[in-house]
């Protein structure tokens, strides 16, 4: 089995390199946003970022149902296939349902074991289709909150996954009602708003934008999801 890494603090701590994951999935892998925007995202990252070669980027929201976890695993997706990088996308809620629900489920142990425990974070680490896309839940339940030790080990673990991938995104949601949003804020390099068109107010978006800057956190942009186009009735008439 391929070494990945090279010695990080945390293989100092507790005696382990990452490996190549045994657990990889075969899935169709597209995107629905314009490469475009995708690559727009991607160069935001890395013109904001240029201190962080290896950069830990959180995408959220104010409110659940906005996208803001279907538009990081997409950039997760843009990246690794079409720049070439290798790319970890950690998902904060382990659901049943959706596109990530197939990967989700062949996670062994989520990476809040890993946190705690000298156990490898090869369990926790699933490859796609044995590309340079991986992908990893932070929780082994649909719903769970950060604890002081998850918090402590939080430093270490990002330090040893940038020893290994270009970029970590993590995919979070709903910050007013999602602490966990707000404590990786801190061990984001930079955060991303994804904000619904028509439904996310201005004043909405700078309270969360505020509500991250206070827990430690960046903002380095935010990202306008279901635009609506009208069409005048005249053009419609004549379609």
Do not use: W
């Amino acid at each position: 089995m391929k070494d990945l890494s090279t010695v990080s603090p945390a293989q100092e701590k507790y005696g382990r390199k990452l490996t190549v994951p045994d657990n990889h999935v075969e899935m169709e892998l597209h995107n629905k946003l314009p490469e475009k925007e995708l690559m727009r995202m991607c160069q935001l990252i890395e013109t904001t970022l240029p201190d962080s070669p290896r950069a830990v980027v959180q995408f959220t929201s104010a409110y659940g149902g906005e996208g803001a976890r279907r538009i990081a695993f997409e950039t997760a997706i843009f990246a690794a296939l079409s720049l070439r990088k290798r790319v970890l996308y950690i998902d904060t809620k382990k659901g049943r349902e959706g596109l990530t629900s197939k990967l989700a489920s062949a996670v062994q142990k989520p990476l809040t074991i890993a946190l705690t425990s000298a156990e490898s974070l090869q369990e926790s680490l699933v490859q796609i289709n044995h590309s340079s896309m991986y992908y990893s839940t932070l929780f082994s339940t649909e719903v769970e909150t950060l604890t002081s030790s998850h918090l402590k080990g939080l430093n270490i673990l990002f330090e040893e996954l940038r020893k290994v991938f270009d970029l970590i995104i993590l995919g979070t949601e709903a910050v007013f009602n999602n602490e966990v949003a707000t404590a990786l804020a801190r061990f984001s390099d930079g955060n991303i708003l994804v904000v619904e068109a028509e439904r996310t107010r201005h004043p909405v978006v700078q309270q969360v934008k505020d509500l991250l800057e206070a827990n430690g956190g960046m903002v380095i942009g935010a990202v306008l999801n279901k635009q609506r186009l009208y069409i005048p009735k005249f053009i419609y008439r004549a379609l």
